[in-house]
């Protein structure tokens, strides 16, 4: 699925990990990539990648593949 969920202000792309049926809002569980930065040294930092859990409306989602 992809689309645009509450919190994650841009688009993301990832599998659904769980819908609520008959649930208007909030009703969508979506994992995405994301990335986190690990620490910074000589103010360069460094980031790694994470699995994030994303919350929406179905309806804001399109399927893809």
């Known amino acids: 699925m992809k689309g ?6 841009h688009e993301i ?3 659904v990990l769980n819908v609520k049926v008959g649930q ?9 990539a994301e990335k986190r930065v690990l620490f910074t040294s000589d103010a360069i930092p460094f980031w790694y ?3 994030g859990i ?6 804001q989602f ?3 593949g």
Do not use: S
């Open 62 to 64: 399109e399927k893809i």
């Open 4 to 9: 645009v969920g509450y919190n994650v202000k």
């Open 24 to 32: 208007q809002t909030c009703n969508l569980e979506i994992a995405h």
């Open 49 to 51: 990648p994470m699995i």
């Open 13 to 15: 792309i990832g599998p």
């Open 54 to 59: 994303e919350y929406g409306q179905a309806d």
